[in-house]
């Protein structure tokens, strides 16, 4: 083998892994969210969060938005003043998620993707159990953690009352 050709195979191997990971993911490219959260019947707090999307992941500090509706929809925005960086949705049957910064949305049916913590924050928060591997804390002062041990996903943070 001779030099650069190690590394060529091991951006290649890297390439093949998203390519089946993204093709395996069982959702769809979705660019329109399910609802508008507006209207009767929502409860929305606000807060702040704290995101390592990945063990090596530098953190990102922002402002959380959480809506529930009193029929089981959830909503989740996250930004990082002028940017959203997350904007999540749930219903009892679709879930969809967006980070624009990359242009990148995806929606599926069924439980959503344990990759996702932000499709699960809602649900934590409201006291519904959780998948494995992830795993949710209440912390002291009224703070929570949502973390998913196998990828080193953290979502640190509270809620205004």
Avoid at 54 to 63: A, I, M, V
Avoid at 97 to 120: D, K, N, T, V
Wanted: a positive charge; aromatic letters at 12%; hydrophobic letters at 40%.
């Amino acid at each position: 083998m001779r030099w650069g050709e190690g590394r060529w195979l091991g951006h290649a191997r890297g390439l093949a892994w998203l390519t089946l990971l993204l093709l395996s993911a069982s959702c769809r490219t979705a660019k329109e969210p399910l609802f508008t959260v507006a209207g009767p019947g929502w409860s929305v707090r606000q807060g702040q969060v704290v995101w390592r999307p990945g063990r090596r992941f530098p953190e990102l500090g922002g402002e959380l938005m959480v809506a529930s509706h009193e029929d089981g929809r959830g909503a989740i925005e996250f930004a990082k003043t002028p940017l959203t960086l997350v904007v999540a949705q749930t219903t009892r049957t679709n879930w969809w998620i967006q980070f624009p910064p990359a242009r990148m949305s995806f929606a599926g049916r069924g439980a959503p993707p344990r990759r996702f913590s932000w499709l699960y924050l809602g649900g934590a928060l409201a006291g519904e159990p959780l998948p494995a591997p992830l795993r949710f804390q209440r912390q002291p002062e009224g703070g929570w953690r949502l973390e998913n041990p196998r990828t080193g996903e953290t979502l640190e943070g509270f809620l205004a009352p």
